[in-house]
């Protein structure tokens, strides 16, 4: 198939690049909150990924391509022995970030977790860091890692506030790639040119489908695939820096642009959604805005809609768990995005199944008065079969005005409410949950929590003496940001 064009011109970079590379270029960051949530965010994401390490179905993907292989200046994996290129880093680091579902988030008319950036920014950072070093230079510190992370953010979550990729069938990993390219190529050296270059490739790349996130084929792709995101924004940013000419109507092209093909569907008559409403929308401008209001899941490794289900379900425990066969039903009330994502009813195939099931998430901490990762393997569901009884008593309802909290950019809380409805016509209080303790409104009661969390995830990798010392280090913000990466990640090495 071929077409008639009028004119041959090549067109300015699309004005939504052209922002993003400006944005990660020149804009200057001052807010204290958002450098101090970012070091918290990095505890926070290492530690997940530490604690994947210790699942076999994670472990299996990490390392070389080929057995053996030995990289110079190789980039680390947190918590094992290898040393890899930027490329295969940012894949196994992003992967064991993203495995147990239990890094930051961001809700939104998107929803994603931008702390899988991570993946890419330590990949990149660590490899320029012992090659600098290597040849007498100044490597990056950990202070460009937090700026980076910042960035990242934004990017991402700017990006979600508005435009809902999921209800056109997209993955919200390509956000991660958008912004992950962006950062990295910045971390690379990158001019403007060869960002705008770097971003319009993400772009144009080719998006991941959410099929692997819905039932019945939710699987475990979803674990690797903001990993596999950050590899491929690693291998963008490099063709960018060695010259490689950008696609500068990559949004905007008409019938071949991103717009076009990706982001407009067509309704029953085939007719294309107005123009409004297939272009990007912008609530905000870059700034500091999602690092400030990022989201920790800090008590459950569960899928964010549910978490302050699961933190009603542990309060009822106590009352319930003697009469858990006295049960008639059990009320959910939640906001529509829980009710889209994770409500299901029937048969859960597996973990990445079972960690995005409102229902199987309540269950488990009714039960049994918490919610770890391993209560979402296998061997565990098919031994309590307890859990799916009670998945059978529950009746899912929206509450408007929990939804309308959830879009409320001054609010933006994730309730939850639960109550137990016993066979004599007893029945508990309503618990309701507005604000996870991970959420910003929260964050001086969270803020321990997350530490308490990251210490026991480092001892699942290292001895105690190694891990109070990476812990005391990132509570110290002057001395973890003059760190140089190479020696920050020697210490997470293997």
Known sequence: ???????????????????????????????????????YCLMDTLGCGLLALRFPECTKHLGPLVAGTLVPHGARVPGTPHRLDPVKA???IGCTIRWLDYNDTWLAAEWGHPSDNLGAILAVADHLSQQRAAQGGEPLTMKDVLDAMIRAHEVQGVLALENSFNRVGLDHVVLVKVASTAVAAKMMGANREQLLSAISHAWVDGQSLRTYRHAPNAGSRKSWAAGDATSRAVRLADIALRGEMGIPGALTAEQWGFYDVLFSKTNKDQKVKPETERTFRFQRDYGSYVMENILFKLSFPAEFHAQTACEAAVTLHAQVKDRLDQIDKIELTTHDSAIRIISKQGALANPADRDHCLQYMVAVPLIFGELTAEHYEDDFHKSHPLIDTLRDKMEVQEDKQYSADYHDPAKRSIANAIRIVFKDGTHTDKVAVEYPIGHRRRREEGTPVLESKFRRNLLTSFPRARAERILELCRDRDELEAMPVNEFMDMLAL
């Open 90 to 92: 940012a894949w196994d």
């Open 1 to 39: 198939m071929s077409t008639n064009v009028d004119h041959n011109e090549r067109p300015d970079y699309d004005q939504e690049i052209q922002a993003i590379a400006d944005y990660v270029l020149n804009y200057r960051i001052d807010s204290e909150e958002a450098w101090d949530t970012a070091r």
